[in-house]
Nanobody, 114 residues
């Protein structure tokens, strides 16, 4: 059974930082393309960042220079370090894994507000 369990969301003031974690089980993590998506109320889910099995990364233009995705294959975990957070970053953040199929976590809420 595949499980992607996100953690690290919460309420933060503008300019603050959060680190999201996604612990994976039931998949061959080392070969998986991992990603973080987000969905704000009334908007479509969008890709925030992704990382391949080889460590190549891709970011949405809106988060470049502020967010960093990384992975620890020994822990089967992917991270999203989010710095200089803005109110427009408020959304539910979802972990995604792609091997031979697509898998999603349950999501974690990130709220950026003063």
């Amino acid at each position: 059974q595949v499980q992607l369990v996100e953690s690290g969301g919460g309420l933060v003031q503008p300019g603050g930082s959060l680190r999201l974690s996604c612990a994976a089980s039931g998949i061959s993590f080392s070969i998986a393309r991992m990603g973080w998506y987000r969905q704000a109320p009334g908007k479509q889910r969008e890709l925030v960042a992704s990382i391949t099995s080889g460590g190549s990364t891709n970011y949405a233009d809106s988060v470049k220079g502020r967010f960093t995705i990384s992975r620890d294959n020994a822990k089967s975990t992917v991270y999203l370090q989010m710095n200089n957070l803005k109110p427009e970053d408020t959304a539910v953040y979802y972990c995604h894994a792609r091997t031979y199929s697509d898998y999603w976590g349950q999501g974690t809420q990130v709220t950026v507000s003063s």
